[in-house]
């Protein structure tokens, strides 16, 4: 079984069909478990408070708001290679998704930084990239609904993916050598010795978890109902053609 | 080559090609600046680097829509995609025709504009020079967003929505070397960066335009 039967769309529909309850279920035990266990059963930071309980919404809205860009950047890649209607139409199905996680890490962020940094906003670099990063899901959103053509659509919108996962990067470096940060650099890595405390940290990845099984869920429900316009849309135009 | 090149600049500068619009623009914006924050020439020379900059970008962009618009239309693209020349060479000569007719021009009175927001004296060399090095990169990226939009009615708002988050590293380094070029500071980092990203982008963003561009010709 290779991961390209699932580039026909019936057996995409099907399996996802069959999966999509227990992803459900999975996000949505994640979250409540993730979210309850990190809002009351964790202790008040020492110098924040309970404001570092925004922590557990911020962190994995923004995890989930690159990795989305990332899977667009994969589905947008495979479009261009092997032209498989599935991927572009998840790679569709995702933006609105990775736009919604986009606003959610910035309105947490402003809301902790108010409280934390003592002002809603600071042109640092993680928040500025953050920005820019949300401009591009807009023009790329924006893009996909300009079009009326659905192929021509996909492949200016996975064009336009790959041009802008370049300058997506460029902005990142070029934000960092333009200003110095307030923003923290990364609580979490695998390679680093000093990490977040482990009570904050395990209710955390839980929530990491949730909210990545929220996207998978989001992201297959809305390509199968891509798939299902696609073909309604097909239907109509040829009863036209018959009448 | 160099006949499509000449016909997009004869194009350009006759009656009709818009070719004072931009510097027209770019005029206005920085005569609108001190409206806006008020006339103290000391904050007019702290914030006339940057102010400048966005200006000529602001005006780069406004001329975008007519880079390919006008051929779309009446048909000219289809002849030159069926010509021998590649589609990789006729958007490079539409972005040089672009930089030549729009971004010169404004990268020439850029001094003239500085003088009057009162930009420091250290500060008028390295304008020019950036301005000159990084706007290269604004038509070829330019170039790129009018080739995405070029079948769309009403492709205007949505050129300047995918085009300017692509502006966003050559606006900082550029704007940068302007920055620290009056206040007196080295410009070496900004100045290579600016230059590099003026080169890749004119190296690989043309397959990208023409690709988008078969795209939408076909």
Redesign the interface.
Known sequence: MSIWKFANPKTFLTTTERLLPAVWALAAVLCVVGLIWGFFFTPDDFRQGASVKIMFVHVPSAFIAINAWFMMLVASLIWVIRRHHVSALAAKAAAPVGVIMTLIALITGALWGHQIWGTWWVWDPRLTSFL?LF??Y??YV??WA??EDPD?AA??TS??C???SV??V??RY??L??NQGLHQGASLSLDKEENVADVFSTPLYVCMAGFGCLFLALVLYRTGTEIRARRVRALMLRERMVA | MKALLLRDLKLALRAGGGFGLGLAFFLIVTVLVPFSVGPQSELLSRIAPGVLWLGALLACLLSLDRVLALDWEDGTLDLLATAPLPLEAVVTIKAAAHWLTTAVPLVLVSPVLGLMLNLPAEGFSWLVVSLFLGTPALSVIGT?GAA??V??KR?GL?LS??V???Y??TL??GA?VARRGAAGFSVE??LL?LAG?SAATIAL?PF?SA??LR??L?
């Open positions: 820019v401009l591009f807009l023009g924006a893009l300009a079009i021509t492949d200016l064009i336009l790959l041009v802008g300058f997506a460029l902005s070029a934000v050598f333009w | 790129f995405l939009t079948g769309l492709g949505l929505l995918l300017l988050p692509l966003v590293p900082i380094f940068e980092t900004p960066m990203i963003l990208a690709a988008v795209v939408n076909r």
